[in-house]
């Protein structure tokens, strides 16, 4: 196995086995902690969102290619919502209309990602490949960019300003062990 994959499927079994742990203590008898149960799934999430880039990285056609892309989407798209619920739960800062637009924001790339032949992607002109440095090759997407690419890169964008936001207001308040070990 070449050092890319084999680093992208330890990152993805790591964080598997990370989000597996988190929920089991996040659904303990005593109550649910929606900290550990939010971060469970977004580790969970993100693992399935990295073994997605590994396979992507390795397919040979485009109809393959547009299928792990399209559960590629999704496990990104989920992994993007629960670390913005994780963030606002661990910090307390839970401006609620700012985490509704930011989650229906997601929701709605995935959904145009899971339902478009396109993906969010505009027109497809086909794969290519890449060869990294040590010899290894890749396998990415030639398309056209579109409004749905603009708008999850926004949203991404926003999504980072949040995460600074609760962080800072963690840490004024007097929480910064917590607020630095978050950031």
Same mark, same amino acid.
């Given at each position: 196995m070449d050092l890319f994959?084999? %680093? $992208?499927?330890?990152? %993805?079994? /790591?964080c598997f086995a990370t989000g597996v742990f988190? $929920?089991?203590?996040?659904? =303990? =008898?005593?109550?649910t902690d929606m900290k550990h149960f939010t971060f469970g799934l977004f580790a969970v999430a993100y693992a399935g969102a990295v073994l997605t880039g &590994? $396979?992507?990285? =390795?397919?040979?056609?485009l109809p393959q290619y547009l299928v792990v892309?399209?559960?590629s989407g999704v496990f990104a798209g989920a992994t993007y919502i629960f670390l913005i619920w994780f963030v606002a &739960?661990?910090?307390?800062?839970?401006? +609620?209309?700012? +985490?509704?637009? +930011?989650?229906? +924001?997601?929701? /709605?790339v995935v959904t145009a990602h899971v339902t478009r032949?396109? $993906?969010i992607h505009g027109e497809i002109m086909g794969l290519a490949s890449a060869t990294?440095?040590?010899g290894e090759q890749i396998t990415f997407l030639e398309a056209a960019e579109s409004t749905w690419e603009v708008i999850f890169l926004l949203t991404q964008l926003l999504t980072i300003v949040f995460l600074f936001y609760a962080c800072i207001r963690q840490y004024r308040r007097g929480e910064r062990g917590a607020a630095v070990a978050l950031g």
């Open positions: 994959a084999f %680093s $992208l499927a330890a990152v %993805s079994g /790591i988190h $929920l089991f203590i996040g659904l =303990r =008898r005593q109550g &590994l $396979l992507m990285y =390795r397919v040979t056609t892309d399209k559960w &739960l661990y910090t307390e800062e839970q401006p +609620l209309p700012v +985490l509704g637009v +930011l989650t229906a +924001l997601f929701a /709605i032949p396109t $993906l990294l440095p040590w």
